[in-house]
C-alpha cells in the first residue's frame, strides 16, 4: 500500500536549517507530483511547496528563497530544505500526494523554531 514517512524534524534556533525527508512506497513515485504542507498550532494547514514529475516547483510566497523542494526519484524520496528558519515556521511538516484522485499523507515531523 501507499506509504508516505517524513523525518528529519526537530528543534532548531532561528537562522538555522533542517533538511526533511518523505520516503515512499507503494507507488510508482517518479510518475506523481509532491508537496509539502505545513500546520501551526491553532491555524489550518498550508501548503508549502510543490514539486510536478519534471521542472516545476511552487512555493508560498512566505518560504521563497528560503525553503527548496527536490527529489530523489532513484530513492522515492522527496526532501525540503528550509533554511534561514523563523518563529513563524514552526508547524507539524507533512509530506502528501495524489493518485487516482484519492491524497495520501504521511505522520508528519515537528519543526519547532525557538531560541
Known amino acids: 500500500q501507499v506509504q508516505l514517512v517524513e523525518s528529519g524534524g526537530g528543534l532548531v534556533q532561528p537562522g538555522g536549517s533542517l533538511r526533511l525527508s518523505c520516503a515512499t512506497s507503494?507507488?510508482?513515485?517518479?510518475?506523481?507530483?509532491m508537496h509539502w504542507y505545513r500546520q501551526a498550532p491553532g491555524k489550518g494547514r498550508e501548503l508549502v511547496a510543490t514539486?510536478?514529475?519534471?521542472?516545476?516547483?511552487y512555493y508560498t510566497d512566505s518560504v521563497k528563497g528560503r525553503f527548496t523542494i527536490s527529489r530523489d526519484n532513484a530513492q522515492n524520496t522527496v526532501y525540503l530544505q528550509m533554511n534561514s528558519l523563523k518563529p513563524q515556521d514552526t508547524a507539524v511538516y507533512s509530506c502528501?500526494?495524489?493518485?487516482?484522485?484519492?491524497?495520501?499523507w504521511g505522520q508528519g515531523t515537528q519543526v519547532t523554531v525557538s531560541s
Open positions: 514539486i510536478g514529475t519534471g521542472f516545476y516547483t
Open positions: 502528501a500526494t495524489n493518485i487516482n484522485q484519492s491524497p495520501y
Open positions: 507503494g507507488f510508482t513515485f517518479n510518475n506523481y507530483a
